[in-house]
């Protein structure tokens, strides 16, 4: 079946550094791919999102570049702030045989930033 | 404000009892969804339902049921036939069929077997 694969964490980095969280898939068919974000004690929030391949999503600072040929859509932001701590999560649209959209998720990589 | 409510926040648990964790979303949403996650496995789809009286088993189905006798509530019970059930849950929602379409998530439910 479809799966996500993404780095393992934690990403340890000093504030205004420049981040990049690798997310590889893959997929039968031509998922829509999304990053969602987790704040300590909280649920997900959807963080950004591409539906189709050269696609790029982008939010608060982070983007990610749908690439079909290396089956890849990583996260990056230039500069990264204290705020942006939390764990990190790459997903895919599954729909199997049912017509009808499931998410599979990375196991998720926890960010830390330090002032 | 829309959103989703799960209840409770934390739950303990002994072993061989039954509990239930409720989900409740004034979204208007058709699909509604629970997960499991535990460290290091990210989140893993117990079951799904995308409209009422209807749900579908997701990948680890053994030892959880569910109803959805309305379209705002989706309640999840833990069966002591569940041999794991110290987790983190989720419930989350969507709009049936939508392509590329985003889910909305609760704030979580952790449950503790002691």
């Known amino acids: 079946g479809d799966s996500v694969t993404q780095m393992e964490g934690p990403v340890t980095l000093s504030e205004e550094a420049f981040l990049t969280i690798n997310c590889t898939y893959t997929?039968?068919?031509?998922?829509?791919l999304f990053w969602y974000v987790q704040y300590p004690g909280e649920g997900l929030q959807l963080l950004l999102k591409?539906?189709?391949?050269?696609d790029k999503g982008s939010n608060k600072g982070f983007e990610a570049t749908y690439r079909k040929e290396t089956t890849s859509f990583h996260l990056e932001k230039g500069s990264v702030q204290v705020s942006d701590s939390a764990v990190y999560f790459c997903?895919?649209?599954?729909?199997?045989?049912?017509?009808?959209?499931?998410?599979?998720f990375g196991t998720g990589t926890r960010l830390l930033v330090s002032p | 404000d829309g959103g989703i409510t799960q209840s409770p926040k934390y739950l303990f648990r002994k072993e061989g009892q039954n509990v239930t964790l409720s989900c409740e979303q004034n979204l208007n949403h058709d699909a509604m969804y629970w997960y499991r996650q535990d460290p290091g496995q990210g989140l893993r789809l117990i079951y799904y339902s995308q409209i009422v009286n209807d749900f579908q088993k997701g990948d680890i189905a053994e030892g959880y049921s569910v109803s959805r006798e309305k379209k705002e509530s989706f309640p999840l019970t833990v069966t002591s036939a569940q041999k794991n059930p110290t987790a983190f849950y989720l419930c989350a929602s969507s709009i049936t069929g939508s392509l590329g379409g985003e889910l909305f998530f609760g704030e979580g439910s952790r449950l503790t077997v002691l």
């Open positions: 591409a539906t189709k391949a050269d």
């Open positions: 997929a039968t068919g031509y998922p829509s």
């Open positions: 997903a895919l649209s599954d729909e199997g045989n049912t017509g009808f959209q499931k998410l599979v």
